[in-house]
């Protein structure tokens, strides 16, 4: 019977999801990656949008540039989440989060780019505080 209820409290913990909310087009995207794609002063508004998609924001400069941003986040509950009553006061997510901005030029063409990738940990309960960022 131990090892039945040992069995189940894994099952319980390994189960436990994960969320992504965002572009799944920057899942997989690295600095690296992106900068193999996106060649400033030739990738076109329409080869970004066929690589990514739609952005999550657009702006625009003082100089009317278009401002194009995607984000994705991946986040992974803590084990301690899924222990009773402690769960409750130090429970919490690793997040991982990532951002390409791209800003085009006049003529529709990439200007500048960057891609940014961190990590956070997102507590809550008792142990909820400022996030920590690596």
């Not at 508004?45 to 739609?54: I, L, N, P, S």
């Not at 009773?84 to 006061?89: L, Q």
């Amino acid at each position: 019977m131990k090892h039945g209820y040992l069995l189940c409290i894994a099952t319980i913990l390994l189960g436990a999801c994960a969320a992504s909310a965002g572009n799944m087009a920057l899942k997989d995207e690295t600095e690296k990656t992106v900068s193999a794609r996106i060649v400033e002063g030739k990738t076109t508004k329409d080869e970004v949008r066929a690589m990514y998609g739609q952005p999550t924001q657009t702006s625009f400069t003082d100089g009317g540039n278009e401002i194009w941003t995607f984000r994705y986040a991946y986040a992974t509950p803590k084990a301690v989440n899924f222990v009773p009553v402690v769960g409750i006061f130090a429970g919490g997510a690793d997040v991982q989060s990532k951002e390409l901005v791209v800003m085009f030029d006049k003529n529709n063409v990439v200007a500048k780019f960057s891609m940014r990738e961190s990590q956070q940990e997102v507590a809550r309960g008792a142990s909820a505080g400022t996030p920590k960022q690596e």
